[in-house]
């Protein structure tokens, strides 16, 4: 599975992005998918996740109440929708699949190369 994340750019506190992750391959809707992000210095950290059939999702308390993620498996495509943006959201934004069911950075499969979110005060 090879994966394509968008959607990045600059915003203002309490604004809103939403991001989108491509995939390729037949086997999208088998995989569960997640977002992570990195800020420079820290490390990668969970955000929210999705089952393959999209039955049930996993947040982060970080931005629970504020993304949303979803899919749509005939377009395979994952959507992160971010509001109430805020600067300590500013990070590059990474999608992954997973075969398996640990919602961390160490249980995802495929990794995709990220899109930056900045977000001004």
């Known amino acids: 599975v090879q994966l394509q994340a968008s959607g990045g750019g600059l915003v203002q506190a309490r604004g809103s992005l939403r991001l989108s992750c491509a995939a390729s391959?037949?086997?999208?809707?088998?995989?569960?998918m997640g977002w992570f992000r990195q800020a420079p210095g820290k490390e990668r950290d969970f955000l929210v996740g999705i089952s393959w059939s999209g039955e049930r999702t996993y947040y982060a308390d970080s931005v629970k109440g504020r993304f949303t993620i979803s899919r749509d498996n005939a377009k395979n495509i994952v959507y992160l929708q971010m509001n109430s943006l805020k600067p300590e959201d500013t990070a590059r934004y990474y999608c992954?699949?997973?075969?398996?069911?640990?919602?961390?950075?160490?249980?995802?499969?495929?990794w995709g190369k990220g899109t930056q979110v900045t977000v001004s005060s």
């Open positions: 391959g037949h086997t999208f809707s088998s995989y569960g």
């Open positions: 992954a699949a997973t075969r398996g069911s640990r919602w961390n950075a160490n249980g995802m499969d495929y």
